[in-house]
């Protein structure tokens, strides 16, 4: 089995940072591409920012010169700094994983419990 595990997230004032960061664990062969979703009250979960394995990154605009995704390919983790909050980022973070299971075929999603960020105005 797979799991992914978050840490990081919490309340801060606008303008503030937070750190995520995700581990994931298991009968892992290879992963291929990692993100962070958000979800907030009355909306669908929406793409944050996506890193591949060869480090090529994707963010969604509103996010765009605030927040950094990195991994390290070693430890399958996944990270997201976030700068500049703003109210509206307030949701719920998921971790995302693409990957491969040892001893299956074919890639499978796997998603973290998500973790509440809350940005105050």
């Known amino acids: 089995q797979v799991q992914l595990v978050e840490v990081g997230g919490g309340l801060v004032q606008a303008g503030g940072s937070l750190r995520l960061s995700c581990a994931a664990s298991g009968s892992i062969f290879s992963v291929n591409r990692m993100g962070w979703y958000r979800q907030a009250p009355g909306k669908q979960r929406e793409l944050v920012a996506t890193?591949?394995?060869?480090?090529?990154?994707n963010y969604v605009d509103s996010v765009k010169g605030r927040f950094t995704i990195s991994r390290d390919n070693t430890k399958n983790t996944v990270d997201l700094q976030m700068n500049s909050l703003k109210p509206e980022d307030t949701a719920v973070y998921y971790c995302h994983a693409l990957l491969v299971v040892s001893g299956m075929p074919g890639q499978r999603q796997y998603w973290g419990q998500g973790t509440q960020v809350t940005v105050s105005s």
């Open positions: 890193i591949i394995s060869d480090g090529n990154t």
